[in-house]
Nanobody, 120 residues
Framework: QVQLAESGGGLVQTGGSLTLSCVASGRFFGFNTMDWYRQAPGKERELVAEITRGGATNYADSVKGRFTIFRDNAKKTGYLQMRSLKPEDTAVYYC??????????????WGQGIQVTVSS
């Protein structure tokens, strides 16, 4: 069974940086997609960044130029590097991935979420 676990969140001042990690455990043959979402109190969950199997990336307008998504396939880990953080980036961040299980089978799931708080 595949599981995702985020780490690296915490409290940071405005203008600071954090890098979130999402480690995938279990047996699989690679990421098809990996995304980072966030959900602030009272708001809907929104897509922050995504990276495809081929390495193409896409970002929400609100984080373009400040956040970078990347992954290390050998470590089965995805990352979200966040720079120039703003109070409005405060949210619970979730990683989401679809992985290749082989034999034309895939697994899709979410991590448990991790809090990022940016103080003003």
């Amino acid at each position: 069974q595949v599981q995702l676990a985020e780490s690296g969140g915490g409290l940071v001042q405005t203008g600071g940086s954090l890098t979130l990690s999402c480690v995938a455990s279990g047996r699989f043959f690679g990421f098809n997609t990996m995304d980072w979402y966030r959900q602030a109190p009272g708001k809907e969950r929104e897509l922050v960044a995504e990276i495809t199997r081929g390495g193409a990336t896409n970002y929400a307008d609100s984080v373009k130029g400040r956040f970078t998504i990347f992954r290390d396939n050998a470590k089965k880990t995805g990352y979200l590097q966040m720079r120039s953080l703003k109070p409005e980036d405060t949210a619970v961040y979730y990683c989401n991935a679809e992985v290749d299980l082989g034999e034309e089978s895939t697994w899709y799931g979410w991590g448990q979420g991790i809090q990022v708080t940016v103080s003003s």
